[in-house]
Nanobody, 123 residues
Framework: QVQLVQSGGGLVRAGDSLRLSCAASGSTFSNYDIGWFRQAPGKEREFVAAISRGGRYTYSVDSVKGRFTNSRENAKNTAYLQINSLKPDDTGVYYC????????????????WGQGTQVTVSS
């Protein structure tokens, strides 16, 4: 099993940056691909980015490309989502998830989930 604990959200202004962290414990972190999702109020959970288990491959959806960067440090059992040039539309709860289907946009592909961290962007 993998336990994921998230941190790094907050209330920011448009144009600011945030780095979200996803710290893992339990099973071997490097055995898992990481996906990032977000859920805006009243909307379904939306896939935004992924990173392969070794960190060699990364992916982000077109709507966030150029602003979202995901990375990981397996030696620290931690994955990161750097978000730059934040917009009010980025507001929502952000989740990291661990699975073994790199790049999948389906929540069901991920077995373990973080608790979520709130990102609120004011205009």
């Amino acid at each position: 099993q993998v336990q994921l604990v998230q941190s790094g959200g907050g209330l920011v202004r448009a144009g600011d940056s945030l780095r979200l962290s996803c710290a893992a414990s339990g099973s071997t972190f490097s055995n898992y691909d990481i996906g990032w999702f977000r859920q805006a109020p009243g909307k379904e959970r939306e896939f935004v980015a992924a990173i392969s288990r070794g960190g060699r491959y990364t992916y982000s959806v077109d709507s966030v490309k150029g602003r979202f960067t995901n990375s990981r440090e397996n030696a620290k059992n931690t994955a990161y989502l750097q978000i730059n040039s934040l917009k009010p539309d980025d507001t929502g709860v952000y989740y990291c998830a661990a699975g073994q289907s790199y790049g999948s946009n389906r929540p069901a592909s991920y077995r373990y989930w973080g608790q979520g961290t709130q990102v609120t962007v004011s205009s």
